[in-house]
């Protein structure tokens, strides 16, 4: 049963992934101007040691457009012109770390100058949830949501590394 609706649910979450990812390339024209001379290249993300007691992760590769976004490939071509590779035994970790901007210890197997692109790509990009709330709901509501979720990504940071610091009424978070 749980194959049959990781089969269902897979494609959507991975299209909606590469909306995102396009989302936040386009509000940054550099990296745009960075990908456009990759054009066809694949880039394919491999999640090493994922728990087996989860559902297996999509294939995570997408191929770069001429316009210097993303389109994902659901079934990749057999070569892809950069692996990088992430250590997932803890996807609760990665998901957070993700959300608190930090980068997880990568390896990039393949073509070194598209190695040397996407790794400034994800050292550099940062998605401005702030922003594009504030277009939403407005400048008030958009700083509220966005101070509730950093300080919800620092709490759960701390809860999977195993913090012992403990939460104060009125103290910082």
């Known amino acids: 049963m749980f194959q049959a609706l990781n089969a269902l649910l897979a494609p959507a979450l991975m299209q909606r992934l590469t909306l995102l990812l396009n989302h936040v390339l386009d509000g940054e024209p550099v990296a745009r ?11 394919q993300f491999h999640l090493e040691r994922w728990p087996q007691l989860l559902p297996p992760p999509p294939v995570l590769c997408w ?13 990749p071509p057999a070569a892809a012109q950069l692996h990088v590779r992430v250590d997932a035994s803890n996807p609760a970790l990665l998901a957070v770390q993700a959300l608190a901007g930090s980068q997880p210890a990568l390896q990039l197997d393949g073509d070194a100058a598209l190695a040397a692109d996407i790794n400034w790509l ?7 949830i702030a922003a594009d709330l504030e277009r939403v709901l407005g400048a008030a509501a958009a700083q509220q949501l966005s101070a509730l979720g950093a300080a919800l990504a620092r709490g759960l940071r701390q809860a999977l590394l195993g913090g012992t610091a403990r939460w104060r009424p009125g103290a910082p978070s």
């Open 33 to 43: 101007q960075l990908l456009r001379p990759r054009d066809g290249a694949l880039v």
């Open 63 to 75: 191929r770069i457009t001429p316009a210097g976004l993303l389109e994902w490939c659901e079934a």
């Open 122 to 128: 994800l050292q550099n990009l940062r998605w401005d």
